[in-house]
């Protein structure tokens, strides 16, 4: 590029010699307006030539194109200024200084397009991801590791982007190497204020590669029920069964145990709790069980049981183990085997429901005699 601008401003300066009679300012904004004009006449071409391929040719590319066209207009006309600049002979210092000023502009903008080109190519291949399937796993650790990974990939190109184009001044650049080189007492203010950002920061590159939960997964963090709706940079997002966001920091993750109920399947087993008489003959229970999860269309057909699992001096717990796809259909099979088997007991085994029983004491003197 700066080879092309030397030799093409070389060529306009020669021009130039041979027509004294134009003044420099006229000259100057025709070669302006022509090497504009070039360059918006190359980019329709290639706009149309894109066109013209067939649907399925290399639609990164064409979709690339599409979003980074007025961002390369914008080049094109920083690169013509650069090159009529010093047609105008302007003093060295402002020639200088203006010439730093489109150089950061120009950095900018590359920067722009760098990011608009990877943010395409994630989006490009998180698209294919169906993380509404029943069997989603492989899709929610892909989506995770494409967000966190987008997130990431932005902050260091911004970063990167500002820091090149702020050295491109000699001041900027001499404070940035005096504040390195005096860091002292402040650069140790500075790292401990900045500790928990980077913590977070840190700890968020560690759940895109360890990935202890995913996008859509079923939590229990601080004894609250939820599933993962949002991974950011420093914060998890958990939508709880009443609606509530739940915001945990990823810090937090690492350093405090929670639960995961779809850490290795989407698949989540429900479980529900009955307290019944012990005249309740079990056997009778579990077969209506089995009829309600068989007619529902919530059961994935993977797990079943109904189980005594533990005894009261008044009733015994059951307990009806069903599993569904995810947590959102495991709740609606619990919430559907309570009403069904409540009503079935209440119907034909009422005796069985929990209840005290009163009996009366007979002193001895009162028993009869036989």
């Known amino acids: 590029m700066i080879s092309v601008r030397r030799t093409l401003r070389s060529q306009l300066e020669d021009i130039s010699s041979f027509l004294p009679w134009i003044p420099d300012w006229v000259f100057?904004?025709?070669?302006?307006?022509?090497?504009?004009?070039?360059?918006?006449?190359?980019?329709?071409?290639i706009t149309r030539w894109l066109k013209r391929r067939p649907a399925g040719w290399h639609p990164f590319i064409k979709h690339a194109w599409e979003r980074t066209r007025g961002l390369v207009r914008f080049i094109v006309v920083l690169f013509a200024l650069s090159v009529v600049l010093p047609l105008l002979h302007p003093p060295h210092d402002l020639r200088d200084d203006i010439r730093k000023i489109f150089l950061a502009l120009a950095?900018?903008?590359?920067?722009?397009?760098?990011?608009?080109?990877?943010?395409?190519?994630?989006?490009?291949?998180?698209?294919?991801l169906r993380v509404d399937n029943t069997d989603n796993l492989h899709a929610r650790r892909a989506a995770t590791q494409m967000r966190i990974l987008r997130q990431a990939v932005n902050a260091l190109i911004g970063t990167l982007t500002v820091a090149i184009a702020l050295m491109s001044f000699d001041s900027v650049r001499?404070?940035?190497?005096?504040?390195?080189?005096s860091a002292g007492v402040a650069g140790i203010v500075a790292g401990l204020a900045a500790r928990p950002l980077l913590e977070n920061l840190i700890a968020g590159l560690q759940l895109a590669f360890t990935q202890p939960l995913r996008?859509?997964?079923?939590?229990?963090?601080?004894?609250?029920f939820g599933t993962v709706e949002e991974i950011g940079n420093v914060y998890v997002v958990i939508k709880l069964w009443d609606l509530r966001r739940q915001i945990v920091p990823l810090s937090y993750l690492f350093t405090n145990p929670f639960v995961n109920w779809t850490r290795s399947s989407s698949a989540v087993v429900g479980s529900v709790m009955f307290f019944f008489d012990y005249t309740l003959d079990v056997e009778i229970l579990r077969v209506e069980a089995e009829r309600l999860v068989r007619d529902s269309n919530l059961w994935d057909g993977n797990v079943f049981k109904v189980q005594v699992i533990d005894l009261t001096e008044n009733s015994m717990k059951v307990r009806v183990l069903a599993t569904a796809a995810d947590a959102g259909k495991s709740s609606d099979l619990g919430a559907y085997l309570r009403e069904g088997l409540i009503a079935f007991v209440r119907k034909n085994h009422p005796l069985s429901l929990p209840r005290n029983r009163q009996e009366a004491i007979v002193p001895p003197e009162d028993m009869p005699k036989s």
């Open 107 to 128: 950095v900018v903008q590359l920067g722009w397009i760098v990011g608009v080109l990877v943010n395409i190519a994630i989006d490009r291949y998180t698209f294919g």
């Open 174 to 181: 001499q404070f940035g190497i005096s504040l390195f080189a």
């Open 215 to 224: 996008l859509g997964d079923a939590v229990v963090i601080n004894n609250e």
């Open 28 to 45: 100057a904004i025709l070669a302006f307006a022509g090497i504009v004009a070039a360059g918006l006449a190359l980019q329709g071409i």
